[in-house]
């Protein structure tokens, strides 16, 4: 339901640009990670989880377009795929969704030993070292599913959602807390829509990359590139925070062991103030992490994309590699 929420929030945004073309929405299917609902995501591993069935329809032109949730879609895609557009995000911070008993209390009001439900490491690795009051515990499904769990039974006190997924299923009013960077740190992209293209396909590219929201694709370039530098992926802990003011670009960036005890984070800034200039030519189709923004400055997006390179790279030097390889042997052990 969410999937085809956004889908038709990015299609309604094309037909009032293109009142004179027809989109279809032609296909829904379900992905490896809507079927495999009885293992935590950070335990399947296949970094295309939701995404390569729909890749594989955009590889045979059975579509030309696909959306997705640009924080499920891995820092580097498969050769002949870019995303053609990020539009411009909605929040990106973590919420908690309260079992109806528990109405009215935030996670630091809950009983000792609640047990509080999350399918994400980096939410449970922040979250334990702030309450370790509480327990933690996998929690899958769609939205849909997740709070039917909660609300019919009485296995978790609460469950830790993306504040976005609410507020576009139109679930804000379930939202009881919103937690603030300073509680925890969100997800690589979180909150942003990604339109993926076939990257030789020019027509298309040049439709959707209208769709660009500039200070998104700056922010989510930083926050990509951070990623890949340090090879995060779901399967270990790592988190982000950033903002863009008066031309500044900030990048928080952080790395957890499982449990929170160890962590390493760090915040680094640079200029993005760069002015559009004509820039036809071979760098025409440039992509930054796997994003092409025809309409962002390059240099602009250059500087994001080395902030962070930059801030992975500081991580790496103060022991980021040793943290996050414990991390992935404990999951895969667990």
């Known amino acids: 339901q969410l999937a085809r929420i956004q889908t038709d929030s990015v299609v309604e945004m094309l037909r009032e640009l293109y009142p004179d073309l027809h989109f279809e929405i032609a296909v ?28 594989n329809a955009l590889e045979r032109n059975e579509v030309d377009l696909v959306v997705h949730s640009l924080k499920d879609l891995p820092t580097s895609l498969p050769p002949g795929f870019t995303i053609g557009a990020v539009c411009r995000r909605e929040n990106p911070l973590d919420a908690v969704v309260f079992h109806p008993k528990n109405c009215g209390k935030t996670l630091s009001l809950l009983p000792e030993k609640s047990v509080v439900g999350t399918s994400s490491l980096r939410r449970a690795a922040q979250l334990k070292r702030k309450f370790p009051q509480l327990e933690f515990r996998d929690i899958r499904g769609n939205l849909n599913t997740r709070l039917k769990k909660l609300d019919e039974k009485e296995d978790f006190s609460a469950i830790i959602l993306a504040a976005a997924g609410l507020k576009r299923m139109g679930w804000e009013n379930r ?38 929201d500039a200070d998104t694709v700056l922010c989510c370039i930083a926050e990509r590139a951070f990623m890949k530098h340090l090879e995060g992926g779901c399967s270990v802990p ?12 900030y990048l928080t960036g952080a790395v957890y062991s499982l449990d929170g005890s160890d962590s390493l984070k760090e915040t680094m800034q640079t200029s993005v103030h760069y002015p559009q200039q004509n820039e036809d030519g071979p760098n025409d189709d440039v992509q930054h992490v796997g994003i092409t923004a025809k309409n962002v ?10 902030l962070g390179v930059e801030l992975a790279s500081l991580l790496l030097s103060k022991g980021a590699k040793h943290i996050l390889s414990v991390a992935r042997q404990l999951n895969d052990a667990r």
């Open 28 to 55: 829904a299917m379900s992905t490896t990670g809507d079927k495999i609902l009885d293992t935590a995501l950070s335990k399947i591993g296949e970094k295309s989880l939701f995404t390569k069935e729909l890749e």
């Open 175 to 212: 939202i009881g807390q919103l937690l603030s960077p300073e509680d925890c740190l969100y997800a690589v992209g979180q909150g942003a829509l990604a339109v993926e293209v076939r990257a030789k396909d020019q027509e298309i590219l040049n439709m959707v990359s209208a769709l660009h």
């Open 238 to 249: 790592v988190a982000v925070n950033t903002m863009l003011k008066d031309g500044q670009l």
């Open 297 to 306: 400055p390059g240099r602009a997006q250059e500087a994001a994309e080395r």
